[in-house]
């Protein structure tokens, strides 16, 4: 009987040695907190399980284990059948999605842009909607009900379109620096007005939505407007106290501590503007 342990070997590198053996017999890999197995006919992986993780899922899984033990026995075979496809072409995209998946823990960025004619796609401007809302792409599946791998996929097609890049999740790094931006946002937002419950003009918004495509290119209409929903407002019932609201949130969403207040500034002055009129 082979064993092991993973400390010596990739799963990935365990499979193919197996595979090209030409074996046929159970793969079986213990952790301390759960078991998987992996069934091999002539060198040909045809199912694996691993808990309630079964087929494509439970390989998926398995393949990124790297501690544990490993023991391989002869003969052990089930008549289910899961997997058709060549074992080559399986590891091989299994070793794909591996690398797909170390992405779902960055923090997906939008880019300001100077295109004017963008196509997308229906999942590309779901997934678009989403990103000022979380702080890593894996969230983004998760609120959207998706597969991790396919919204990276999309995410993957986004940064092809220049509209957006990852960064390594800082959202508990840096804090001296947040605080510093969040002092900055909270102080412009004490600037007095002279009606905190006037409805504003159409206008304002516009301007308002042009000041943000400065920094997040054209997408800024879609993210303002979702913001406006998000605290239950639209464009044509949202007051001043609102806007104060969504500018705030939209600085939040900008990097560069210099241009979320310089962009909450100018947005402020606006508001002063139409109260005005």
């Known amino acids: ?77 089930i008549p289910i059948r899961q997997f058709e496809e060549d074992t080559e072409e399986l590891l091989n995209k299994i070793e794909e999605d591996i690398q797909i998946l170390k992405f779902t823990s960055m923090k997906p960025i939008l880019k300001p842009t100077d295109t004017e004619k963008i196509e997308l796609t229906a999942d590309e401007w779901n997934v678009i909607v989403e990103i000022p809302k979380v702080s890593n792409v894996s969230q983004i599946a998760s609120r959207l009900g998706k597969d991790e791998i396919e919204v990276t996929k999309i995410i993957k097609a986004l940064i092809d379109k220049k509209l957006v890049e990852l960064k390594e999740d800082i959202s508990s790094n840096n804090l001296t620096e947040a605080s510093s931006i969040e002092e900055s946002l909270d102080t412009l937002m004490e600037i007095p007005t002279s009606s905190e419950m006037r409805n504003l003009k159409e206008g304002f918004w516009k301007e308002l939505i042009k000041e943000f495509a400065k920094i997040k290119g054209p997408i800024a209409e879609a993210i303002v407007e979702d913001t406006l929903h998000s605290i239950g407002k639209n464009f044509s019932n949202a007051t001043t106290e609102d806007a104060k609201k969504v500018i705030k949130l939209l600085s939040e969403e900008i990097e560069d501590e210099s241009k979320a207040v310089n962009f909450q500034k100018n947005a402020m002055e606006m508001v002063q503007k139409y109260e005005q009129e």
């Open 1 to 77: 009987m082979l064993k092991g342990n993973l400390r010596e070997t990739s799963v990935i590198s365990l499979l193919k040695l197996l595979s090209k053996a030409g074996v046929t017999g159970k793969l079986t890999l213990e952790t301390p907190t759960s078991e998987a197995q992996v069934f091999f006919e002539q060198g040909k992986i045809i199912a694996a399980f691993l808990e309630d993780a079964k087929g494509y899922q439970a390989l998926l899984i398995v393949s990124k284990l790297e501690e544990g033990n490993f023991s391989f026995e002869e003969g052990k075979i």
